[in-house]
């Protein structure tokens, strides 16, 4: 099976449970919690990722209406955020790999009667169709990871970017001051386990990263490590990790394999991962044809 097909299973499968962790009335957010204040909210901490991508659509200088693109939107909880704060006209797409994604997207933006201004195409953004529109900011928050291929995330951008556009990513990356070759077999572990569990494809160094995305003229303009903004210690991810401790040995035993337990055995290798600083979760923005 290709590694998309295997995204698509992972979040047809996986969706419903992972909203119904995080609840909201109008933004469903399946992102990474970060908790910049300590008077933060446990909602501001969920759209804190979002609100990064608000700053760079106020700050972008050419004038509205923008074009805005998320590769890997999910059921849309942030282009919903951005469509309700960003105050200027704006288009907005969403791509996500998942019907079920876009089919719940879609009934979102219907309800609040805003399909005129926001469209969600189902497919891979490793090959994205000609109906998506060329734009002036493309983000993706922790969607990259998932690519099939880096190379081809970052030759679609460079096809869909208008000059002087923006690509941020917010997502993992392996920390550049780690060699990654000579960790000990549980650093090696916790990272087979987070590409096994969340279907890690291009897990990559800042380095590796600017490589290859100057071959497609996009340049890496900001570098901001959000690690510290984590909580990954709370009591949740102790009971996560004691249920993996305690059942992986079932799961590796059953012939049905369960997607939502896989997640977790992602999990708990990805917070080893921070915890060792093997990788590091950042935001890197990039300006395309400038």
């Keep these: 099976m290709k ?7 992972y979040y047809e499968r996986n969706t419903r449970r992972f909203l119904w962790f995080h609840k909201d009335n109008t933004h469903k957010s ?25 700053e760079e659509m ?7 209406p923008l074009t805005v693109l998320d590769l890997g939107c999910g059921v849309g909880g942030s282009i919903f955020y951005l469509q309700e704060h ?16 876009i089919a719940l997207a879609t009934q979102n933006a219907e309800q609040l009667n805003l399909s005129s201004t926001i469209q969600f195409i189902e497919a891979d ?29 970052f030759e679609q951008v460079g096809q869909k970017l208008n000059k002087g556009g923006k690509l941020i990513l917010i997502d993992d990356f392996l920390n550049d001051a780690i060699d990654h070759k000579r960790l000990d077999q549980k650093g090696q572990q916790a990272i087979i386990d987070f590409k096994y569990g969340w279907l890690v494809n291009s897990l990559k160094t800042t380095t590796e990263i600017k490589d290859i995305s100057e071959r497609y ?6 570098e ?13 991810h102790k009971w996560i990790r004691f249920l993996v401790f305690s059942f992986r040995w079932l799961y590796e ?33 990039f300006s395309y044809g400038e």
């Design 3 to 9: 590694h998309s097909d295997k995204v698509k299973n």
């Design 30 to 54: 399946i992102h990474q919690p970060l908790w910049k204040e300590p008077y933060f909210t446990t909602q501001d901490a969920f759209f804190y990722s979002n609100k990064l991508i608000l």
């Design 58 to 64: 106020l700050n972008y200088t050419s004038k509205p």
């Design 86 to 101: 960003f105050k200027e006209d704006a288009h907005y797409c969403g791509v996500t790999i998942s019907a079920t994604q």
């Design 125 to 153: 953004f490793t090959n994205l169709p000609k109906k998506v529109p060329e734009t002036d900011i493309v983000f993706s928050i922790e969607a990259f990871v998932h690519a099939s291929n880096a190379d081809k995330y």
């Design 217 to 222: 003229g996009l340049e890496i303009i900001e």
């Design 224 to 236: 901001t490590d959000l690690t510290p903004y984590m909580k990954n210690n709370t009591l949740k």
């Design 253 to 285: 035993l059953s012939p049905w394999k369960s997607y939502y337990f896989r997640s977790w055995i992602g999990g708990v290798g990805k917070q080893y991962c921070l915890k060792k600083g093997i990788v590091k979760y950042k935001k890197i923005v």
